[in-house]
């Protein structure tokens, strides 16, 4: 089966640092994508790792385990606008293209 | 371009009613996706398509949803009979699948703003 698990709800401070974390199994590996999707509006994309370890992206990062089938999301110098729900994605295959999403993780971040 | 595009943006129809959804990829991407997502959960896959060809359908979709890319362009999402159930967000996304000399192959989805359906 395909599994994609992250927190629910995680709140942070602004100005602080947050990381948001993912595990997965799923039955084949061609890349993890994370989204940051606002209240009423579309995911839009973040990050995207397929080897192990660090990607970085201005204030936001994205790392890699393929071993231990983990991911984290880390957010820097974290402002109000953070503030939404960011979506852990897996590509199972390269040929297919289709996304398997987690849940998302709502993150709060609070003055 | 500006983006990928869906029409209308929100649905409202009683139980038993059709509806069909729009959506515009960008125009130079070749594959075009279908997903569904309920308050509180993530995207939710549903069919894809690669040019005209649909390649791919959830085992999870039910009969009375079908969807057509007749040009390689535009799509369409259609919901024979729709039920209660049926009531979510429908975004549709596209990608390309060209490569970049030396560099992985990304391939992001970039998505449509969605068609909030709600099924009374």
């Known amino acids: 089966g395909q599994n994609i698990d992250q927190p629910t709800e995680m709140t942070a401070t602004e100005g602080a640092i947050v990381q948001i974390n993912c595990t997965y199994q799923t039955s084949g590996f061609n890349g993890l994508f994370w989204y940051q999707q606002h209240a009423g509006e579309a995911p839009t994309f973040l990050s995207y790792n397929v080897l192990d370890g660090l990607e970085e992206k201005g204030r936001f990062s994205s790392f890699l385990s393929r071993s231990k089938g983990y991911s984290y999301l880390l957010l820097k110098e974290l402002q109000m606008k953070d503030s939404a729900s960011y979506l852990c994605a897996v590509r199972p295959s390269s040929n297919t293209g289709k996304l398997i999403f987690g849940q998302g993780t709502t993150l709060q971040v609070k003055p | 371009d500006t983006g990928v595009s869906q029409d209308p943006r929100h649905k409202i129809t009683k139980r038993g009613q059709n509806v069909t959804f729009r959506c515009d990829p960008i125009s130079e991407h070749n594959r075009l996706y279908w997903y569904r997502q309920t308050l509180g959960q993530g995207p939710e896959f549903l069919t894809y398509f690669q040019n005209e060809a649909q390649l791919e359908k959830s085992r999870l979709l039910s009969d009375r949803f079908s969807a057509e890319r007749p040009k390689g362009s535009f799509s369409t999402l259609e919901i024979q009979r729709t039920e209660q159930g049926d009531s979510a967000m429908y975004l549709c996304?596209?990608?390309?699948?060209?490569?970049?000399?030396?560099?992985?192959?990304?391939?992001?989805?970039?998505f449509g703003p969605g068609t909030r359906l709600t099924v009374l």
């Open positions: 996304a596209s990608s390309s699948t060209s490569a970049v000399p030396g560099l992985a192959l990304v391939n992001e989805q970039f």
